[in-house]
T-cell receptor
């Protein structure tokens, strides 16, 4: 079945550091890939998405590129801010019939000033 | 911007009691979902609902759980007899139902079973 493997956390970085959170997936066919973010005390928010190979999703300075050859969708940001502290979830949406999202375990990111 | 709305934001209930979690999906969406997140764990799929019936459910979604769309706008999750391990954040989501569209999530209801 579908699965998402996500970099274990927690991750602690200093402000303005470069961020990478790794995500790889297993799925049949051509899934859509997503990063969701959960800020403290809030629900899940879509951060970015990519729907086909080589697509790059971007939002709020975050980027992720859909790499079919490596089945990866790593999240990156060039210079993180304290306000980026949150839990980040990689997820996939299979294109085979069902519409459920399969999530990774989440990575807690803490940015220190 | 349209959004998915969930009520209540936090519910405390005694073990063995029934609870109903409510959601108002985005109005033109056709697919509806419930997910849950036990504290410190990953978000897990519970059930999807389309055309007034369950289209898929996970092994978590046993006979204690039910969903319905009673009036064409609300989408509810009922837990018949809550257990301590049902304590979690429950997220409702809705989607247009087409391939490559994402689900939009509500803010969640935190259920605490005591």
């Amino acid at each position: 079945g579908d699965s998402v493997t996500q970099m274990e956390g927690p991750v602690t970085l200093s402000e303005e550091a470069f961020l990478t959170i790794n995500c790889t997936y297993t799925a049949t066919g051509y899934p859509s890939l997503f990063w969701y973010v959960q800020y403290p005390g809030e629900g899940l928010q879509l951060l970015l998405k990519a729907t086909k190979a080589d697509d790059k999703g971007s939002n709020k300075g975050f980027e992720a590129t859909y790499r079919k050859e490596t089945t990866s969708f790593h999240l990156e940001k060039g210079s993180v801010q304290v306000s980026d502290s949150a839990v980040y979830f990689c997820a996939l949406l299979s294109n085979f019939g069902n519409e459920k999202l399969t999530f990774g375990t989440g990575t807690r990111l803490t940015i220190i000033p | 911007e349209p959004e998915v709305t969930q009520t209540p934001s936090h519910q405390v209930t005694q073990m063995g009691q029934e609870v109903i979690l409510r959601c108002v999906p985005i109005s033109n969406h056709l697919y509806f979902y419930w997910y849950r997140q036990i504290l410190g764990q990953k978000v897990e799929f519970l059930v999807s609902f389309y055309n007034n019936e369950i289209s898929e459910k996970s092994e978590i979604f046993d006979d204690q759980f039910s969903v319905e769309r009673p009036d064409g706008s609300n989408f509810t999750l009922k837990i018949r007899s809550t257990k301590l391990e049902d304590s979690a954040m429950y997220f409702c989501a809705s989607g247009e139902g087409q391939v490559y569209t994402e689900a939009f999530f509500g803010q969640g209801t935190r259920l605490t079973v005591v």
